[in-house]
T-cell receptor, first 114, second 109 residues
Framework: DAGVIQSPRHEVTEMGQEVTLRCKPI?????LFWYRQTMMRGLELLIYFNNNVPIDDSGMPEDRFSAKMPNASFSTLKIQPSEPRDSAVYFC????????????FGSGTRLTVV | DAKTTQPTSMDCAEGRAANLPCNHS???????VYWYRQIHSQGPQYIIHGLKNNETNEMASLIITEDRKSSTLILPHATLRDTAVYYCIVNPNAGKSTFGDGTTLTVKP
């Protein structure tokens, strides 16, 4: 099992550009989570999906952020337009099913917006 | 979700047991206690979880008090590679975890 796969590992972009982060959950896992980690705010849950359906997006900071899960094996987190304050490490995690509380995390995408 | 309180930092000598406490006094009956750790620059790693019974796996032991208001994660023989931030999380069975600030454990030679 390759685990949760995120791409890219590092992304540097200019303010105003669109950024797309990608995640492939563990095969067979039905729940997928997007987190953001910064020194100031720690690890924050942005949104999570169950069976490809967004369940709770209350952590999404603003309309510039959007997430999709078109199928069970792929999810994206998009920021458009990006701003310097979006600089953070973004983690994707998956878990087997609702009620299975432990997550397997990916290695994260370090985003720098200049 | 019940909130948790953990010490900001702890030190432990290599080879000794590391005991990391967590208070969760507002925990409700159906909420599990989960522990994760995050080694620098990596994603958090699941360690162990429990409801009311003590649990043990190859990584650690989890001791939950009878009233379930606190728990302790025990790393029986800490190594330098156990240096990390340890998170204690309480959540219902909805699958969503809210991470706090955790405890930074430093294992020293």
């Amino acid at each position: 099992d390759a685990g949760v796969i995120q791409s890219p590992r590092h992304e540097v972009t200019e303010m105003g550009q669109e950024v797309t982060l990608r995640c492939k959950p563990i095969s067979g896992h039905n729940s997928l989570f997007w987190y953001r980690q910064t020194m100031m705010r720690g690890l924050e849950l942005l949104i999570y999906f169950n069976n490809n359906v967004p369940i709770d997006d209350s952590g999404m900071p603003e309309d510039r952020f959007s997430a999709k899960m078109p199928n069970a094996s792929f999810s994206t987190l998009k920021i458009q337009p990006s701003e310097p304050r979006d600089s953070a490490v973004y983690f994707c995690a998956s878990s087997p099913h609702v009620g299975q509380g432990w997550h397997t995390f990916g290695s994260g995408t370090r985003l720098t917006v200049v | 979700d019940a909130k948790t309180t953990q010490p900001t930092s702890m030190d432990c000598a290599e080879g000794r047991a590391a005991n990391l406490p967590c208070n969760h006094s507002t925990i409700s009956g159906n909420e599990y206690v989960y522990w994760y750790r995050q080694i620098h620059s990596q994603g958090p790693q699941y360690i162990i979880h429990g409801l009311k019974n003590n649990e043990t796996n190859e990584m650690a032991s989890l001791i939950i008090t009878e009233d379930r208001k606190s728990s302790t994660l025990i790393l029986p023989h800490a190594t330098l590679r156990d240096t990390a931030v340890y998170y204690c999380i309480v959540n219902p069975n909805a699958g969503k975890s809210t991470f706090g600030d955790g405890t930074t454990l430093t294992v020293k030679p």
